[in-house]
């Protein structure tokens, strides 16, 4: 399939090259506000001079408020679209994707390809009856001058879609009711940079911690019951069991391997669009 990229940032570079290893999809066009010199690739800065007949499908990498936008164009010109994760900045402009285009649209979740989610996942060994799941993110976004990554939106919308997308493949969300929400706000920019969530199902619960402010970079999720724990250390790409060490990828490149993985299972990919709805739902709520 011939496909453009939209937006030649940090993630639209890792698409780049994974795209080149999956002989599937060839890349024929790079849409940049800066130039991109990228051998037998076209760059145009307007994304709405690419040729139309000219691709199948389009890949948005920009900044999250351009999603909608962007993702319009090409879905009413008839395209497929998949957008980096979150869909949009807020819920309206994602149902309206969603109830128009739902069958050529969707969203990359790049946490989901995770190799040590992928382990997970394969060798079934998440707790089905776990009595809680707590996850917590630090990421450096955030100093003294304020939030560095303005364009992402906030702790939340950046890093929450990455848990949910991740808890949705191993728990139906739909059960999970939330009953508490914590936040600290930046004042300049009234987005937020220290968030919890808790849910409830039922004798089980989800905690998610995400702390912007603490100038470190940890992501973990501990998964237990009254037998057993798995903790999953998402930054080294580590899983314990028990305390044991059960799974430890060897890549050097995190954030690669996780769109290598995706692209890999691109030929296969159903476009299941409900759980981007399911997803979408709980990050707006």
């Known amino acids: 399939m011939r496909t453009a990229i939209i937006g030649f940032g940090i993630i639209g570079k890792k698409y780049l090259e994974a795209i080149n290893k999956e002989t599937s999809l060839e890349i024929k066009y790079i849409s ?3 130039v991109v010199d990228v051998i037998n690739i076209k760059y145009i800065k307007d994304y709405t001079k690419i040729p139309l007949d000219d691709i199948d499908i389009v890949f948005v990498t920009t900044p999250p408020n351009t999603h909608y936008e962007i993702a319009n164009y090409f879905l009413s010109n008839g395209k497929k679209v ?13 149902e309206k994707l969603y109830q128009e ?19 997970l996942k394969n060798n079934d060994l998440f707790l089905k009856n776990f009595d809680e799941i707590v996850v917590h993110i630090n990421d450096p976004y955030y100093t003294d ?35 508490r929400k914590y936040r600290e706000v930046d004042d300049d920019t009234n987005q937020d940079y220290v968030v919890t969530r808790e849910y409830l199902c039922n004798d089980s619960k989800i905690v998610v911690n995400i702390n912007w402010d603490n100038n470190s970079n940890m992501k973990n999720t501990i998964i237990k019951n009254d037998y057993e724990m798995i903790e999953i250390d998402h930054t080294n790409q580590v899983i314990k069991l028990n305390g044991k ?8 490149d995190r954030l690669l391997s996780h769109y290598e993985n995706f692209f890999k299972s691109f030929k296969s990919y159903k476009n299941d669009i409900k759980i981007t709805k399911l997803i979408h739902d709980k990050l707006f709520e």
């Open 32 to 34: 940049n506000l800066e």
């Open 245 to 252: 060490i059960v799974f430890e990828s060897k890549v050097e």
């Open 101 to 119: 285009f739902g069958d050529r649209f969707n969203v990359v979740y790049h946490w989901m390809y995770g190799d040590e989610v992928l382990f």
């Open 82 to 94: 998949f957008v980096e994760k979150p869909a949009t900045i807020d819920k309206k402009d994602f």
């Open 145 to 179: 001058e304020g939030i560095l990554k303005k364009h992402f939106g906030g702790a939340w919308l950046d890093s929450g879609v990455n848990v949910l997308s991740m808890l949705s493949i191993f728990v139906n969300l739909d059960k999970y009711k939330l009953y």
